[in-house]
């Protein structure tokens, strides 16, 4: 079973890999072509409020609510009853996304104003309507999106888990063609990355067709009411706070920061850029199997494997994650610079980038604990209890960030969000150990300890072998990428030539 496991996360991790790295271009294009200033600050705010409410609408609360419901009817009923509830929800879903995205492209400036209070009353009111102009374009991707992650996880629950996670490639590629070429030929070049992002949602959405075809599980409208509507609706609205709290706080990151300096938007932007690029192969992937894993263990009524699977889950959780956020602390400047110091982006950016990204980093094991442990009620239909947990998240956090911005700015916004995070992830342990779902063990306390101090001989490399800040700022690009790839590949090879020393071995897991 832990082979199944580790193979289905592998799958994910290995496409997720390609459609992250590629997004690192996307984000290299973007700075390069436009920096971080007034402009980007307005694309990113236009940019990321439909990509927050896909987190919610999309793999976020609908996906963790619509997967075990799923997943229960396939193991429990005909297969026509299985498409019947295909069928049902994705009708329902539909309508909903298209009454919210035709409302939102009516009343884009007073979403704008929403969340970016402070573009309204500045005195220059420019970047104000530019992010309402851009939202209105933006805005429709949540349509697309949220259909392709309902597509997605019809493919996750029947083991399809490559296509899902390869898709996001085509909205990277979309924006980085539209970067370079669109923004020829706009009066207002920016502009070209809104239109990017809406052709991106189109061809993702596209894509899952052939493959959703070829299990016979497409989606058809369908009238009249099904009861796992209703089961979606009670487990899905508690959900939307649940799971989705580290997104909020995001966008509670956002807000804040648009009433700081000018480019604060665009530094906390580029930093959790990079903190996604590990929390998705490590806790995205093993969340998304898990998620399914899990609720098949439950319809099965298979207790053991479901402890079984949550605790293997943690385990990989804990070996790759840690090392990433030493790596991801250490190496802040030295990645900002290598990625995105380029034309347009000054060194000044790329250090206050950097910043923000040691206070995100700090956090990347809070982030992976949660999206490893969220699912453990989800697929047992309890949507209540990650509600109350990211609720007190979610409410200590916007404290923390009022109080932390004063001090620290920018990045005290990033500093209050992995807090909330370690927060959340203590809670929902609480929560599991309460209800006797799931406790540490003595292997998995052995296995955090043997880790940490791999990471810390790792850690200790790094510190003495890596070059100074100095290096990277007047090196070529390539000078650049040759030596913190460097680094990086000695650090992994040094970390788990620690593991081996420590007889920590996978199969032994």
């Known amino acids: 079973m832990n082979q199944a496991f580790l193979k289905s996360s ?18 290299y294009f973007i700075a390069r072509y436009f920096g971080a200033n007034g402009l980007t600050d307005a694309f990113f705010v236009a940019f990321r409020i439909p990509n927050f ?19 229960d009817a396939k193991a429990n009923s005909n297969e026509s009853e299985v498409q019947n509830v295909i069928n049902h929800i994705g009708t329902k879903f539909l309508t909903i996304l298209i009454i919210i995205t035709v409302l939102a492209v009516i009343i884009a400036p007073l ?12 005195a220059d009111q420019s970047k104000f309507y530019l992010a309402a102009d851009m939202l209105r ?49 706009l009066a207002v070049p920016i502009m ?89 192969l490590v806790g995205i992937a093993l969340a998304t199997v898990a998620l399914a894993k899990l609720s098949t263990h439950f319809a099965n009524q298979d207790a053991k ?12 959780g804990l070996l790759l994650g840690i090392p990433a956020c030493v790596g991801l602390i250490l190496l802040s400047q ?25 206070a995100y980093g700090s956090g990347l094991m809070a982030f992976i604990a949660v999206k490893v442990l969220a699912p453990a009620f989800l697929a047992r239909g309890d949507t209540k209890t990650p509600v109350k947990v990211g609720v007190v998240a979610m409410v200590s956090n916007i404290f923390l960030n009022i109080i932390l911005a004063y001090y620290f700015s920018h990045v005290g916004l990033a500093a209050a969000t992995a807090i909330s995070a ?67 590949i000695l650090a992994v090879i040094i970390y788990f030539i620690c593991l081996k020393l420590l007889n920590i071995r996978m199969k032994k897991l």
């Open 305 to 316: 494997k479901f402890t079984i699977t949550l605790e293997y889950a943690l385990k990989i």
């Open 111 to 122: 979403i704008i104003f929403m969340f970016a209070w402070d573009f309204y009353f500045a």
């Open 137 to 185: 374009i933006t805005f429709p991707y949540l349509l697309l999106i949220s259909l392709t992650a309902f597509s997605g996880a019809i493919l996750n629950t029947f083991d399809k888990f490559a296509v899902p996670a390869f898709t996001p490639v085509l909205l990277n590629i979309s924006m980085i063609l539209s970067a370079i070429y669109l923004s020829k030929y």
């Open 422 to 488: 370690f927060l959340n992830a203590f809670l929902l342990y609480y929560y599991l150990k309460k209800q006797a779902i799931f406790s540490i063990s003595t292997d998995l306390i052995k296995l955090f300890l043997k880790v940490l101090l791999a990471s810390f001989i790792m850690g200790v490399f790094i510190v003495n072998f890596a070059d100074n800040v100095n290096f990277y700022l007047e090196a070529s690009a390539w000078m650049r990428i040759f030596s913190i790839a460097e680094v990086i």
């Open 192 to 280: 070209a990355l809104a239109w990017g992002v809406l052709i991106g949602g189109v061809a993702q959405l596209l894509f899952q067709i052939p493959f959703l075809l070829k299990i016979k599980k497409m989606p058809r409208l369908v009238s009249g009411q099904h009861p796992c509507v209703k089961t979606l609706k009670k487990r899905m609205l508690p959900a939307l706070f649940g799971v989705s709290v580290s997104q909020i706080n995001l966008l509670i990151d956002t807000m804040i920061a648009t009433t700081l300096v000018s480019g604060s938007v665009s530094w906390l932007y580029y930093s959790d850029r990079l903190l996604e690029l590990p929390l998705a």
């Open 334 to 358: 030295p990645l900002i610079i290598t990625l995105f110091q380029y034309n347009e982006f000054s060194p000044f950016a790329a250090q206050q980038s950097a910043l923000s990204l040691m």
């Open 10 to 27: 592998g799958v994910v991790t290995v496409m997720t890999f390609a459609s992250r790295i590629l997004g690192l271009v996307r984000d």
């Open 53 to 71: 409410l896909r987190r919610l609408f999309g793999e976020g609360a609908f996906s963790q609510a619509f997967v075990p419901i799923l997943a």
